[in-house]
Nanobody
Framework: QLVESGGGSVQAGGSLTLSCAAS????????MGWFRQAPGKEREGVAG???????IYDKSVQGRFIISRDNYKKTAYLDMNNLNSGDTAIYYC????????????????WGQGTQVTVS
């Protein structure tokens, strides 16, 4: 089970931090990731992080977003900075075991999503 929190509304240029509490996926073989889906668009991968905290980002957020995880707390985070209207979307936490954490299509466990609105 994955439960997101931390979404909300923010002005352009502002920051938000999303959290994802997991019931498992704390070991080194797991990947945790963040995806987003904007209105009228397909869901896209934003960032992924391995159990050893190696991270990968989509180029649209590189340098602005930071993904991290705390294996003891079984929680992943997404620090979002310098937000713009293009970042408005429902953000989903996802997880999987094994493989490349940037292989977005292989994530098979999903949270319910949290809305982020940038105006």
């Amino acid at each position: 089970q994955l439960v997101e929190s931390g979404g909300g509304s923010v002005q352009a240029g502002g920051s938000l931090t999303l959290s994802c509490a997991a019931s498992e996926f704390a070991d080194s073989s797991s990947c945790m990731g963040w995806f987003r889906q904007a209105p009228g668009k397909e869901r896209e991968g934003v960032a992924g992080v391995s159990g050893g905290s190696i991270s990968i980002y989509d180029k649209s957020v590189q340098g602005r977003f930071i993904i991290s995880r705390d294996n003891y707390k079984k929680t992943a985070y997404l620090d979002m900075n310098n937000l713009n209207s293009g970042d408005t979307a429902i953000y989903y936490c996802a997880a999987k075991y094994g493989g490349n954490c940037g292989d977005w299509a292989q994530f098979n466990n999903w949270g319910q999503g949290t809305q982020v609105t940038v105006s």
